[in-house]
């Protein structure tokens, strides 16, 4: 099918099943063409909260639909492609992170949204990339175990001043930015802003002029009065960016910064999903009340 008649087809459904579509800016540019509202992982939990809709089509990856699941139980979560999921997310475990909270037991444990429902109950407050230096700051514990990306907890490191316990995990995306690559985008493009998102490995974010969630990124192109950029995060914003902004120039950190797990959801896919109703998350009831508090806690503090 063409994608016309895909899109027209998708539109038709979401009316018929009361349906959104929720994308991550990650997603395919004819993905996010057909949704209903495109933000970084915070803004995506704070609109499945406050959507009205009956089912949520989640355009991006396993942990983002099961978040929307856990705070949202009473709304169908559908993921378009079941095995469109994160590596980091997956960098750890409820075992290993049991492990870890025996080995400190004085410490809270800040989990990233990039984990598992089940991780998430084994935590005391989640954080998303917008928000981590204020969700570390703001709980009274002064230990802190931060799960599971590494290169995020050494950025926030250098915003606290309590002692966190870092956690081998990292995205694959953003760590194949290197030192190199900036050295030379620099030399070229001296008077271009560099955007960093916190996923890039600290000798990388030392070259950044902002640090910044994607929405962050994306908001901060709009509002600064530079008209050339080096753009450290996924390249999909990038491709988004130069059709946003004809008149300014982009720069992709790499060329390697492609999240293939986000490029699975296609227009074929969400159409299955609508018609079918597939694939639904789920959470087991005891496991969900458990991580529900954690990104309720978060949420509390990121109004
Ligand atoms: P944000 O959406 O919080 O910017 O994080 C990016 C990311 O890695 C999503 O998987
Ligand atoms: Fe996971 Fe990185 Fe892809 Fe985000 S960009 S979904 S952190 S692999």
């Known amino acids: 099918m063409e994608n016309e008649l895909i899109i027209e087809e998708i539109k038709k459904l979401k009316v018929e099943r009361n349906a959104v579509i929720l994308s991550h800016f990650y997603t395919r540019g004819e993905v ?17 909260v406050s959507s009205k809709a009956d089912v949520i089509v989640f355009a991006g990856v396993h942990f983002m ?122 030399k070229f493009h001296p008077d271009a802003e560099f955007l960093a998102h916190p996923e890039c490995r600290p000798e990388v974010l030392k070259f950044a002029d902002r640090v910044l969630s994607t929405s962050g990124i994306v908001n901060e192109v709009e509002s600064s009065g530079s008209t050339e950029f080096i753009i450290g995060t996924e390249r999909e914003i990038v491709r988004n960016l130069k059709r946003k902004y004809p008149g300014k120039k982009f720069y992709p950190a790499s060329e390697k910064t492609f999240c293939y797990n986000m490029k699975k959801i296609t227009l074929e896919a969400i159409l299955n999903s609508l018609q079918n109703m597939e694939y639904e998350i789920h959470v087991p009831e005891n496991i969900r009340v458990k991580a529900k508090r954690t990104l309720d806690r978060m949420l509390e503090i990121s109004r």
């Open 65 to 186: 639909a099961e978040s929307a699941a856990i705070i949202s139980p009473q709304k169908t979560v559908l993921l378009p492609v079941p095995d469109a999921g994160c590596p980091m997310a997956d960098m750890v475990t409820a075992e290993s992170l049991r492990a870890a909270k025996e080995k400190h037991p004085e410490a809270a444990v800040v989990c990233y949204v990039n984990s598992s429902a089940a991780v998430k109950a084994e935590s005391d407050i989640c954080c998303t990339s917008a928000n981590a230096i204020n969700v570390v700051n703001s709980i009274e514990e002064r230990e802190i175990i931060f799960i599971p990306d590494k290169n995020l907890g050494a950025f926030v490191s250098l915003h606290t001043d309590k002692k966190i316990h870092l956690w081998p995990g990292f995205c694959h995306v953003h760590d194949n930015i290197s030192e190199e690559n900036l050295e030379e985008l620099k």
């Open 32 to 48: 996010q063409e057909v949704a209903d509202f495109i933000g970084d992982s915070l803004s995506l939990c704070k609109a499945a």
